[in-house]
Each structure stands twice: as structure tokens, then as C-alpha cells.
């Protein structure tokens, strides 16, 4: 619940406010929010703060998403939006199977069992700080998540090409159709 109220808060306010005029700005800091969320996620095992990271997380989906389709509709020429749109959805749908494969065996084989009572960081000052135990090796791989993606947004920031793509990028011209080829109104 706490997920899907995070998600339709963050597409009604995309809705009424529509982005930051820095889109790049709302891309790149909503994905740093996003990853604030999914490292809360992993910190503590209270249905209440993972509730909290999952909503978090899902607000700031839509908002990250929305700056990031306003960058591109706005620097893709309209004849190859399609197509442009389509591999960018093909790569980010492809990189799913990839985590779902990963996730189970790394979680079972290599997280849990270094946080379980006697692993090898059960009584690390990491696990001071997320515990140990039952399902805190899971906990581990979200705090860890979350932090490399914090660390990509950082780095994507840092990347003057990256920053300033708006700036850099011309806008793509839409031609107008000349008068004789417009459609007649209806009347």
C-alpha cells in the first residue's frame, strides 16, 4: 500500500507541477531519491521504515521519469521518437531479468549467510548498524543498492556532458506543414 500511495502521489504532483525546468536536475535528483528509498529499505527490519523506503522509492519514479521522457521528447527528432523510445525501453527492461536471476542466489548464497548469527559480518560495525540475523542479508543487498546508486547519480552529475545535455543538446525542430497540406477544420 505504502508503494502504490508513494507512486500515485509522485504522478499527481508530476501532473500538477510538471518537472523542474532543469530536467536533467529532476532526473538525476529524483533517482538519488529514489535510491535514499531503497537504501531505507535495507536498514532496519520495521515493516514501518520499509514502508516508508518503498514509498519513497515509487514517489520518486514518476518524477524522475517524467524530467527524463521531457528530455528526450524534447531533443529527438519526432520522425525517430518511436524508434528512439523503444530501444531506450528494450535496455531498461532487459537490465529485470538480469537483477531477477542475480538477486535469489546472491541473497541465498553469498548476503544472508555473511549476516547470519556466526557469518562473517554478523558482528561487523555493519552489522551494528542494519543487524543481523533472519533476512538481513536481503537487508544488506538494498542499503547496497541504494548506495551504488546514489554513488552512479553522483557520478552522473559530476559529468559536465551529463549536467548540461539540456544546455549542449539542441532542441529538435518540428516542422510546420505548409497551409495546403493542413487538414480542414471540421465545421
Do not use: C, H
Request: hydrophobic share 55%; charged share 10%; proline share 7%.
Amino acid at each position: 500500500m505504502a508503494a502504490g500511495a508513494g507512486m500515485l502521489l509522485g504522478s499527481l504532483l508530476m501532473s500538477a507541477w510538471g518537472g523542474p525546468k532543469r530536467r536533467i536536475l529532476g532526473t538525476v535528483g529524483f533517482i538519488a531519491l529514489a535510491a535514499l528509498g531503497v537504501v531505507m529499505i535495507g536498514a532496519r527490519p520495521s515493516p514501518w521504515v520499509i514502508g516508508a523506503g518503498f514509498a519513497l522509492l515509487l514517489f520518486a519514479i514518476p518524477l524522475s521519469s517524467g524530467s527524463t521522457q521531457a528530455i528526450f521528447a524534447g531533443k529527438v527528432a519526432p520522425d525517430v521518437q518511436g524508434r528512439v523510445f523503444a530501444i531506450r525501453s528494450m535496455i531498461a527492461q532487459s537490465m529485470m531479468p538480469i537483477a531477477f536471476l542475480l538477486a535469489g542466489p546472491l541473497a541465498d548464497r553469498v548476503f544472508e549467510p555473511l549476516m547470519q548469527t556466526g557469518g562473517a559480518l554478523a558482528a561487523s560495525p555493519l552489522a551494528g548498524l542494519i543487524g543481523s540475523g533472519v533476512g538481513r542479508g536481503m537487508g544488506l543487498m538494498f542499503v547496497l543498492s541504494g548506495l551504488i546508486l546514489l554513488a552512479v547519480s553522483a557520478l552522473a552529475w559530476a559529468n559536465p556532458r551529463i549536467r548540461n545535455i539540456e544546455a549542449e543538446l539542441p532542441d529538435t525542430q518540428v516542422e510546420e506543414m505548409p497551409a495546403a497540406e493542413a487538414v480542414p477544420a471540421a465545421g
